[in-house]
């Protein structure tokens, strides 16, 4: 949309010979035309380079705005540069929204990973406490109370194992959910407006999809 708001001022500024205009609005399709890419790819990439790129054409091509608007002299082409300005600031709204969708998305793949390698720390040491337990127990007398206490470890360990299996299950949920967020903003981002983002989840994350919803 934002193409074709640019292309209505275009169109009123020619119509009125508003050759400074003009080339404001060259520079606004070469400025957009850019960030469409970068946005676009950083909705895939999750790449924080890929995001100060974004940001920084943005704040390129709001910078044009003010020139654009003290260089109109007809109301046509005043009408034109208002529904430009508003469908630039919808389309920076979904951009933001995307961002924070995508960071939080990224610290929950940095939770889930930490807790696979705690998960994988704890089965490394068990099995070698296991083992040794196993080596030392021979055919002693003790080996009825040895047994019993590695019942009793194997029993901890297990209550332990399934808390952070819940853990993983529970952060897997939280990243499923933003992925979608992230892929919804991103369609916004790329000018698809009628992109649908279905909320099945309650609490705050439900609350977090419904109010990125109702941004105008």
């Given amino acids: 949309q934002i193409n074709q708001r640019l292309t ?8 009125a010979g508003n050759a400074e205009v003009l080339a404001l609005i060259d520079d606004a399709y070469s ?3 850019d960030l469409r890419v970068v946005a676009g790819t950083y909705s895939v990439s999750y790449l924080p380079e890929d995001a100060e790129k974004s940001f920084e054409m943005f ?3 709001a910078a044009l705005l003010p020139r654009m608007e003290s260089a109109i002299r007809l109301e046509t082409t005043r009408r034109a540069y208002g529904a430009l300005k508003q469908t630039y600031e919808v389309y920076f709204s979904a951009f933001k929204d995307m961002d924070a969708a995508i960071r939080e998305a990224s610290q929950a793949r940095r939770k889930m990973n930490d807790t696979a390698a705690e998960i994988s720390t704890f089965f490394d040491r068990y099995t070698e406490d296991a083992q040794k337990d196993m080596d030392g127990l021979g055919i002693s007398t003790n080996q009825s109370n ?5 019942l009793m470890l194997s029993v ?6 399934l808390g952070l299996l819940l853990a993983a299950w529970i952060i897997v949920g939280v990243v499923r959910v933003l992925h979608r967020v992230a892929g919804f903003a991103g369609e916004v981002a790329r000018g698809n407006f009628k992109a649908q983002l279905p909320v099945k989840e309650g609490g705050e994350i439900g609350s977090m999809v419904k109010s990125i919803l109702e941004i105008p």
């Fill in 8 to 15: 209505d001022i275009n169109a009123a500024a020619r119509d």
């Fill in 31 to 33: 400025i957009f035309t």
């Fill in 59 to 61: 704040q390129s091509f």
């Fill in 146 to 150: 040895e047994s019993a206490q590695a």
């Fill in 156 to 161: 901890g360990s297990g209550g332990f194992v």
